[in-house]
C-alpha cells in the first residue's frame, strides 16, 4: 500500500529544518542492505540515519524541511503497519493491534508538549485520534523523554505534525544530553571456559514496555 502524499500544514513558516530522534526496540526493520532507507531518503527528501552498534534499541535520527520529515514518517507508519499485516498472517489474532512509534524528545519541551493541566496532549489525542503517552521520567544519562505515540498510521502523521509544530514554538532550553542506547550485554569467554558479562561494558537492557505516562510535565 502507497502512503497517501502528506500536505504540509498551513501554519506559516513551518517549513524550516527540524530533526525528530525515533527510538526503535529490537531489529530495525529497514533491510536488506538499507535498500528501504535509502528509499524513504529518496523520496522524502529527508535525512535519515540509524544509530550504530550491539544495542537492543536504535536511535532512527530525521533531519530536514518539516514536509520532508512529514514525508518520512509517514513511509515509517505505513511500513510498521504493512509488517504488522505480514505478521498476523501467521498468527490467530483477529484484530490488528495498532502501529506504535516512541519519538526521544528534550525533557525541557515535554512541558509545552502536555500543556497546562494536560490541555495539549488531550487536545492532541482528540484531534487526531492517536494515543499520545510522555514518559514521566527521563531516559538514561540523558535529558531526553520519551513520547509514544500509538494509532493507526493516519492519525500518527497528524499527530506527529502536531509535536513538530509545538517542538518549533518550544525550542528545548539549555543543554541537552542525548539519550545514546547502551550496548547489549557482551559475554566473555575465558580458558577455563566460565563465561561472564564484563561489567565495563555490559548493561541490562531497557524495558521494552512504554514508560508510565506523565500528565504533570
Known sequence: MEPPKVQQ???????????????????????????????????????INISEGNCPER???????????????????????????????NSP????????????????????????????????????GAQVQVAGDMLPNSTERAVTISGAPEAIIQCVKQICVVMLESPPKGATIPYRPKPASTPIIFSGGQVRADPMISSPPPSSSPLPPSELG
Open 9 to 47: 500544514p498551513g501554519e506559516g513558516g513551518l517549513n524550516v529544518t527540524l530533526t525528530i530522534r525515533l527510538l526503535m526496540h529490537g531489529k530495525v526493520q529497514y533491510t536488506p542492505k538499507g535498500e528501504t532507507v535509502k528509499k524513504m531518503r529518496e523520496e522524502s527528501g529527508a535525512r
Open 93 to 128: 489474532a483477529t484484530s490488528k493491534p495498532p502501529v506504535t512509534l516512541r519519538l526521544v524528545v528534550p525533557a525541557s519541551q515535554c512541558g509545552s508538549l502536555i500543556g497546562k493541566g494536560g490541555s495539549k496532549i488531550k487536545e492532541m489525542r482528540e484531534s487526531t
Open 59 to 89: 536511535i532512527v535520527t530525521i533531519t530536514g524541511p518539516t514536509d520532508a520529515i512529514f514525508k518520512a514518517f509517514a513511509m515509517i507508519a505505513y511500513k510498521f503497519e504493512e509488517d504488522i499485516i505480514n505478521s498476523m498472517s
